[in-house]
């Protein structure tokens, strides 16, 4: 059935509308909001109104190009306004735990999924069944390279295993919706991060360190902003944008043509360039006079951006599609909880801040398209972090997620 709206203004008009509804009512002073943010993040509602209008057909993420353009365009753009004011020294000093809890996180999606399949075999093999490219071990490991790498993963994964086109569709759903089921936790774990770090006994220093450095840095530069401001901050943002679109037409295609082996490295992937060039060009800033816009608020303004893509991201959820198929989103959430236990038991082990935690396991699972929004959501200066390890995701996606497909392929019934 067609969604309600599908002219794509009258959809980001919505969109903006649902931002406007949660930020105004987040920092009323009625005593009933006030109660309901105390408990569920401002920033969980801007992802979860949309993805419940996308569940009752108002609107449809499939139906609307507004991710697409989010995600190629003002991600890129946010991502540069956002590494503006970046103090590199100051992110190394976050030291060796968000690398830990990174490849802790890769590991647990590498064994979540055999996990999952042999939990699942025992009570109801015909689940996880199947023979030749309909066989579900095979579509799994396209959710293992959507899960460790990205897109390019996951296609990389459907041509590697030979998997079917119907199944491949079904896997998209699973993945979809179970990864966003624990974003959604993510970010509601980030609106209480200061009490789960206090329960866990977390050295949260280095983090408020970069926190409060680049607090006291946009303190002191920050001024009223005229309208020559804002249009140099967008002349920033989407000029390195166009930049980093114009390197991406060039780069992958050439990669592909030149040395089509490094697809698995998702070298030839536009977006994968299009974020590092537009995140290498954000940090280059950073060390120019443009790192000084930060003071007429280039963060703001990224934030903004940023926040307009997390709710195109809701608006891709289907929370009524768990029911088409139950079964396989079983596996899925099995598989999820593997990696979720995993990254809470290491990270109390060695007494890593939640913010590790949280970005370790989106840069894996969400990639570059959502590591930096749960990243923000502990605060705008730590969203490149987010990216670093995102790229970093790509770099392994390919390898760990055909690991996992073989463990899969040796415990399938």
């Known amino acids: 059935m067609d969604p309600l709206f599908t002219n794509d203004a009258v959809v980001l008009g919505i969109l903006i509308g649902i931002l406007a509804f949660v930020f105004k009512t987040s920092h009323s002073e009625n005593a009933f909001w006030k109660k309901f943010y105390s408990v569920v ?93 309909d066989a579900v071990w095979r579509g799994m490991t396209t959710i293992a390279g959507s899960w460790i790498g990205g897109g390019a993963n996951q296609t990389a994964m459907k041509e590697v295993f030979n998997v079917g086109d119907d ?35 977390s050295d949260t220093s280095t983090i408020e360190y970069v926190r409060k450095k680049v607090e006291d840095y946009r303190a002191s530069i920050a001024r009223t902003p005229n309208l020559t401001d804002l ?80 709710a195109s991201i809701g608006m891709k959820m289907n929370v009524l599609a768990i029911f088409d198929n139950p079964g396989l989103f079983l596996v899925g959430l099995i598989w999820m909880a593997v990696h979720a236990t995993l990254m809470l038991s290491v990270g109390k082990m060695i007494k890593a801040p939640f913010f590790f935690i949280a970005v370790g396991s989106q840069a894996n699972v969400g990639g570059a398209a959502s590591a930096p929004v749960v990243a923000s959501a502990f605060h705008p200066a730590l969203a490149p972090v987010g990216v670093l390890l995102a790229v970093l995701g790509y770099a392994l996606g390919t390898y760990a997620a055909w690991l996992c497909g073989i463990l899969m392929q040796i415990v399938a019934p």
């Open 231 to 310: 249009i140099l901050i967008c002349a920033v943002g989407f000029g390195v944008t166009a930049f980093a679109h114009f390197g991406a037409d060039i780069i992958a295609p050439w990669i592909e043509r030149a040395a089509p082996a490094l697809d698995k490295y998702s070298l030839t992937s536009k977006f994968f360039w299009i974020v590092v060039i537009a995140t290498t060009g954000g940090l280059l800033l950073s060390f120019t006079k443009s790192r000084e816009l930060e003071g007429a608020g280039a963060s703001t303004v990224g934030s903004l951006l940023l926040y307009i893509l997390i």
């Open 41 to 133: 993040p401002a920033l969980l509602m801007c992802y979860f109104i949309p993805s419940v209008f996308n569940s009752l057909g108002i609107i449809s993420g499939d139906e609307s190009n507004l991710y697409f353009v989010s995600s190629r365009y003002l991600l890129p753009a946010s991502l540069v306004l956002l590494t503006l004011s970046i103090d590199l020294k100051a992110i190394m000093r976050l030291g060796p735990k968000a690398l830990i809890m990174f490849f802790t996180a890769t590991l647990g999606i590498v064994i979540g999924g055999p996990l999952a399949i042999l939990l699942v075999s025992i009570v109801s093999p015909e689940t996880v069944g199947g023979a030749g490219p």
């Open 167 to 201: 199944l491949f569709s079904a896997m998209i759903a699973v993945d979809v919706i179970v990864a966003n089921i624990w974003m959604a936790f993510l970010l509601y774990g980030a609106g209480i991060s200061e009490r789960i770090d206090a329960r866990t006994k």
